[in-house]
Nanobody, 126 residues
């Protein structure tokens, strides 16, 4: 059974940093893109960042560009999201996502992802 487990969420003051991690088990995703999405209360799940199978290509939502960095470690089957200069608007549940598609690039739409973690709460206080 494939599982994605996020960790690293918490409460942080505006301007602070957090690092989220996602560990995959049940299969490897070394040849597939992975991504991070977030969902704030009352809002749809939205794209945050994605990374190609080898880390050579990355993409970010405009709202996080320059503040967040996605990375992956294929040897450990993990993907991480380093978040800096956090704002109250970044408050949301953050989800790790993986796809069964094999490809050179990454995906920004949630429909392209097959597997999802349970999410980790990030709260940024003003």
């Amino acid at each position: 059974q494939v599982r994605l487990v996020e960790s690293g969420g918490g409460l942080v003051q505006a301007g602070g940093s957090l690092r989220l991690s996602c560990a995959a088990s049940g299969r490897t995703f070394n040849d597939s893109p992975m991504g991070w999405f977030r969902q704030a209360p009352g809002r749809e799940r939205a794209f945050v960042a994605a990374i190609s199978w080898n880390g050579g290509s990355t993409g970010y939502a405009d709202s996080v560009k320059g503040r967040f960095t996605i990375s992956r470690n294929n040897a450990e089957n993990t993907v991480s999201l380093q978040m800096g200069s956090l704002k109250p608007d970044d408050t949301a549940v953050y989800y790790c996502a993986a796809t069964s598609r094999v490809g050179r690039y990454y995906y920004t739409d949630k429909e392209s992802y097959t597997y999802w973690g349970q999410g980790t709460q990030v709260t940024v206080s003003s």
